[in-house]
């Protein structure tokens, strides 16, 4: 408990604080409100360093976490990733992935591993990347008996992002989709309060969805297929299981 404590009175301090006010409010009510419950809060001793540090790439491994209690097999590939949240190369991952899989049947991999196939219930692709290591990952559902050839399947993939580039038309819906977020997310007062807090954590401009928007526009396909040469190996996934072993 001690050490709880001592965690906390070092760590959660004023100089480390985002506040944002967000409604029908004038500065100045604002202004009162915030010194009135926070104004005798005093940062003692050197600022710490609450960030992760970097972490070198991964090699590929297999974990199997044997649960009957589930029909399919929920599967997780992922691998660190040297990217960081401001390097420009992240928004051109994030495109990528909505040409794999960011609008259910309209992307790769659903029409593949679910609507030709079948192999799938469901599958999502991410990245998950802040001011010091990033995360790339992969996320779907089959049977036991089908998790190695969806692997396969999503390798193949994986590859192909990188050795050609996306048609146009994948392109352009990859684009309209991310673009079509940009407002959504953004859609009530406590989005917006979330989004600009996030984007202070992350040392990010206020503005970081209009640049955004910006960029995906102006993307190229090569731009696509550069970054996922330069950051994404296939080969050193870590896949984690969970579910009834293959018979």
């Known amino acids: 408990m001690e050490n709880v404590k001592d965690y906390f009175s070092k760590v959660f301090r004023p100089d480390e604080t985002v506040i944002v006010v967000i409604g029908k409010v004038t500065p100045a009510d604002a202004k009162e409100v915030i010194e009135r419950y926070f104004g005798q809060w005093q940062a003692t001793g050197p600022k710490p360093n609450i960030l992760f540090p970097p972490v070198p790439p991964n090699t590929s491994a297999t974990v199997a976490v044997p ?4 029909v399919q097999v929920k599967v997780n590939l992922g691998e660190t990733v040297g990217l960081t949240r401001s390097n420009p190369d992240y928004y051109a991952l994030v495109l990528g992935n909505h040409v794999l ?3 259910f049947y309209a ?3 659903y029409q593949q591993l679910r609507e030709k196939t079948g192999l799938v219930y469901f599958v999502d692709v991410g990245l998950d990347a802040n001011q010091t290591r990033g995360l790339y990952a992969v996320e779907y559902a089959c ?3 089908n998790v190695a050839k969806v692997h396969d399947i999503v390798d193949r993939n994986l590859i192909e992002m990188q050795t050609q580039e996306v048609n146009p038309d994948e392109l352009r819906q990859a684009k309209l989709m991310l673009l079509r977020r940009i407002p959504l997310s953004e859609s009530s007062l406590g ?3 979330r989004g600009l807090i996030s984007r202070s954590i992350l040392d990010l401009p206020p503005d970081e969805p209009i640049t955004a928007a910006k960029d995906y526009v102006a993307m190229t396909a090569g731009q696509v297929q550069a970054a ?3 950051w994404v190996r296939p080969a050193d996934l870590v896949q984690v299981t969970q579910g009834p072993l293959p018979k």
Do not use: E, V
């Open 143 to 145: 049977d036991p008996d």
């Open 101 to 103: 899989g960011g609008g």
């Open 191 to 193: 989005s917006i309060a």
């Open 107 to 109: 992307t790769r991999l």
């Open 67 to 70: 649960d009957a209690s589930r």
């Open 228 to 230: 996922f040469a330069k």
